[in-house]
């Protein structure tokens, strides 16, 4: 029986190709198993990782006051003798800034000290006349009660002429005089007013959960803008709160102190005041290092080399990054990807972060 010679000449080239294919096979390195996939370098690339305080910010509106304000009113009514102020003129404690009609009270006085200088002249003669007993007891008690009348009556006199001036309470800036000289004024009638705006106060009110974190600062910082200077902030304090909650809106309110040194702020403007609130430090890293599973989110970090699962709580998010709780530590490097491959235990190799 005879053989196709076609396929005699097939089976040499197949049985050839084989042995190639076997040689080939025979000269490649064999595959390194003495390493467990645990020891293969996984490539990844990280950042390290960072803290930051979960503040938050509380704004709101309110109206400046004066750190001292008063409208000034006559004690007794009185023709105006003289107006002794000009409109934004800065006085001191105690200035005068009006003079009223006091022509009889300043002869009430003289008469006055007349009388008491005759009365302790009086009482001088029967203390010397009951040492000698020419008068009884009685008479010196009746002059000495006479002087001290007479003492009295100096010291009404003199009331009574100081209060036809009418003085500043305290330093601070005038307003526009509402009288003029000739002017008959009233107990009622207004003088001006009068403000020390050396700070500027800015009553507001801050919700109930935030009366625990007032209470923890103290005279914490905020910022104040007013339409007045729109390009302007001005630094203030929380000086004082109220000694209760406002039951009907669950409220507290604060009082804010603006210094106003350069004398640009005046009572009455509206001011949008901002407290930045600062809170407890959490680690921070970006949206795409947190990672989800079934005991809920945690990330990937690097320690000793190799990928370690720390389970993390979500505290806030901030523009593209998270602030997280966990057991985590300043500057430890944090998978922000590669984190596909990764299992606990698994060496890595750390990448440089590419440049945004």
């Not at 106060?201 to 625990?212: N, Q, T």
């Not at 320690?303 to 966990?326: M, S």
Request: with cysteine; hydrophobic share 45%.
């Amino acid at each position: 029986m005879r053989i196709d010679r076609r396929i005699v000449i097939g089976i040499i080239v197949i049985v050839a190709i084989v042995l190639v294919l076997r040689g080939c096979h025979s000269s490649s390195p064999l595959p390194d198993v003495s390493k467990t996939p645990s020891e293969v370098a996984v490539k990844v690339i990280t950042q390290p990782l960072s803290f930051s305080e979960n503040a938050q910010r509380y704004e709101t509106v309110g109206t400046g006051r004066a750190q001292h304000s008063v409208d000034i009113y006559p004690a007794v009514a009185e023709e105006v003798s003289d107006v002794l102020f000009t409109s934004q003129q800065r006085v001191e404690a105690n200035a005068l800034l009006v003079q009223l009609d006091d022509r009889e009270e300043t002869l009430a006085v003289e008469l006055a000290q007349v009388r008491l200088q005759q009365a302790e002249a009086m009482l001088q003669r029967f203390e010397q006349a009951v040492k000698k007993g020419a008068v009884p007891q009685s008479e010196v008690d009746t002059a000495r009660a006479d002087f001290e009348a007479a003492k009295v009556a100096l010291d009404q006199a003199k009331l009574a002429l100081a209060e036809r001036q009418i003085r500043a309470p305290f330093a601070g800036v005038v307003g526009i005089a509402q009288v003029d000289p000739g002017d008959r004024v009233a107990t009622d009638t207004l003088i001006t007013g009068l403000d020390n705006r050396e700070h500027i106060y800015v009553d507001f009110d801050i919700p109930e959960a935030l009366a625990g974190t007032l209470q923890q600062r103290e005279q914490p910082t905020v910022q104040a803008t007013t339409p007045s200077f729109p390009n302007r902030i001005f630094e203030g304090r929380i000086i004082a709160s109220e000694n209760r909650i406002a039951p009907e809106r669950r409220t507290l309110q604060v009082r804010a102190s603006i210094a106003n040194a350069d004398d640009m702020l005046r009572p009455g403007m509206s001011f949008t005041i901002r407290w930045d609130i600062s809170g407890d430090s959490y680690a921070t890293v970006p949206e795409i290092a947190l990672q989800w599973g079934r005991d809920g989110a945690y990330l990937w970090v690097i320690r000793e080399g190799k990928a370690e699962k720390v389970i993390v709580q979500v505290v806030a998010r901030i523009a593209g990054r998270v602030l997280l709780d966990g057991a985590l530590k300043e500057n430890e490097p944090v998978v922000v990807e590669g984190v596909q491959r990764l299992r606990p235990g698994v060496a890595v190799e750390q990448l440089e972060q590419p440049a945004s």
